[in-house]
């Protein structure tokens, strides 16, 4: 069985590239209107039907633009041998869902640079059909070029929430063998990145002498704010991480024992440990939780328990990293998962469990 995370919602499925789902997400209409109305500004001198052809290129160029963008960090994630789970084309561009279980510094910069590879690909077609083209087929393709070129570009300014931020992270990260300090450093230089998009925007224009252009402006101070709000969240992921670090599965776990799916509920009852039944494929995937007191004594565990997904049976040990346990409550949005050794279950881990063990090395630290 497999669990992906649900739709967007709002947002239009249009296929799928290897197997993922793409999805349109409906503010994207909004960077699509913001691109048709900018080419249409653009060709509109030459006519009205010419303007109207700017306008379908700039949303086109865009489009794909960003679906190859994500693409590039899905084909590289399910390269790599992650799970991805979908692609979303955004207002703010787009983003690509997967599972970082097993995740290491040189896999995590390959995933993170494929995005802005894509982008040079298309940038040096677009260039090269400018170059052997003519009339409007050059300017659109000239126009894709340079729309991919910039995007290229912007993605590889060296500070999270880019991709260019998570190539540091991954450098910091492999010089160091800190996760949560690669995220800091990148962080940080998020948030020096995004004051100089905003100077350039905002104040070197006017230091030139040039007269303020409201449109102009508010690019700028839209940009800085989307990636000032990142680099953000990055830094302050990177508290977080670094206590999820010190935090060992032993810690929230707690100890399970495997009951057969026939076992009569007074069993189980008197259990000292949480109990686990396998399903018909023998997966430890049957989970006993709570069960009000009026269920007879002599009922099946097999009638009570509930069924986990395939994804939430994590095999590691007591002193590895609870990194792979969140990873999977993330991935499908179960808060529960057995733990095994060997294939054997040992322990069950909630997130009630995975709080308070990180509250104990908050207090601790």
Known sequence: MSTSPPAPTGALRIGRVAGVPVY??????????????????AGQWRGTGTGVAFAVGNVVSIFV?????????????????????????????????????????????????????VNVGLAVVGFVVAVTAGGLTADFAGYFGYLNAALAVFNLLPGLPLDGGAAVQSLVWALSGRRDLGMLVAGWIGRAVAVVVLVLFTAVPLLRGDRADLWTVAIGLLMAWILWTGATGAIRRAGLERVLDTVRVGDAAERAVVLPADTPLSVARTSPDLVV????RGVPSLVLRAVSPSVPDTTPLGAVVTRIPDENVVETGPDAGIGAVLR???????????????????GLVAGEGVDAAAKRVRART
């Open 24 to 41: 349109l997400d409906r503010t994207w209409l909004l960077l699509a209107a913001l691109f048709a109305y900018t080419g249409f500004q």
């Open 65 to 117: 633009a960003v679906i190859g963008h994500e693409v590039g960090h899905a084909l590289s994630a399910r390269g790599l041998g992650f799970r991805v789970h979908q692609v979303v084309a955004t207002v703010w561009g787009g983003h690509t869902s997967f599972d970082g279980t097993g995740a290491t510094p040189g896999r995590s910069a390959v995933v993170a640079l494929a995005g802005p590879l």
């Open 328 to 346: 999977a409550m993330s991935a499908t949005g179960v808060g529960v998962v057995v733990v095994t050794l060997g294939g054997a279950p040992w």
């Open 277 to 280: 039944c396998l399903d018909e």
